[in-house]
């Protein structure tokens, strides 16, 4: 493979990487990832799970934008 086509390639990977750490895509792999981040019975959250947990956070607090 040529050069120029490696580093296209790599480009494009690390573009792809970083937007899906900026829109949160990535966001599960991320928790899987960290040690120690596991539910209180010791159990690491199903991709569903940490969704819907992600989302009850989210929309959980008030919003006072007005």
């Given amino acids: 493979m040529q050069r120029a ?3 296209a390639i790599r480009s494009v990977r690390r573009f ?3 937007l899906r750490e900026w ?3 990535s966001a599960y792999e991320r ?3 960290a040690s120690g981040r ?3 019975d010791g159990r690491k959250l199903s ?3 940490f969704y819907l947990e992600q989302i009850n956070r989210r929309y959980s607090r008030p919003n ?3």
Avoid: M
């Fill in 5 to 7: 086509a490696r580093i």
């Fill in 16 to 18: 792809w990487s970083g």
């Fill in 23 to 25: 829109c949160g895509d």
């Fill in 31 to 33: 928790y899987l990832r």
């Fill in 38 to 40: 596991q539910v209180a």
């Fill in 47 to 49: 991709a569903k799970e």
């Fill in 64 to 66: 006072r934008c007005c």
